[in-house]
Nanobody, 121 residues
Framework: QVQLVESGGGLVQPGESLRLSCAASGKIFRITFMAWFRQAPGKPRELVASITNGGTTNYLDSVKGRFTISREYAKNTVYLQMNSLIDEDTAVYYC???????????????WGQGTQVTVSS
């Protein structure tokens, strides 16, 4: 089994920064894709940023230029650096990953438990 554990959420004021971390552990042969999603109250979950195994990144339009996703491959960890935070960034942020657990098993998708980010003055 694979576990994704997020950390780094909290309460900040508009304009401040936060860095989220997500560490994957368990039976991991290869991680092919990692991403951050978020879900605000009463809204659907949305993809915020993603990064492929080759390092290709993709961002939600509203966070481009403010958020940066990165991976530390040796630690099976993905980060989300969030700068210039605004009220609309308030949400529960979830880590997501496609993981291959061994050479003979197709990849499976996993979710973390979520971490709350609140931006408020």
């Amino acid at each position: 089994q694979v576990q994704l554990v997020e950390s780094g959420g909290g309460l900040v004021q508009p304009g401040e920064s936060l860095r989220l971390s997500c560490a994957a552990s368990g039976k991991i042969f290869r991680i092919t894709f990692m991403a951050w999603f978020r879900q605000a109250p009463g809204k659907p979950r949305e993809l915020v940023a993603s990064i492929t195994n080759g390092g290709t990144t993709n961002y939600l339009d509203s966070v481009k230029g403010r958020f940066t996703i990165s991976r530390e491959y040796a630690k099976n960890t993905v980060y989300l650096q969030m700068n210039s935070l605004i009220d609309e960034d308030t949400a529960v942020y979830y880590c997501n990953a496609d993981v291959v657990t061994d050479w003979s098993t197709p990849q499976q998708n996993y979710w973390g438990q979520g971490t709350q980010v609140t931006v408020s003055s």
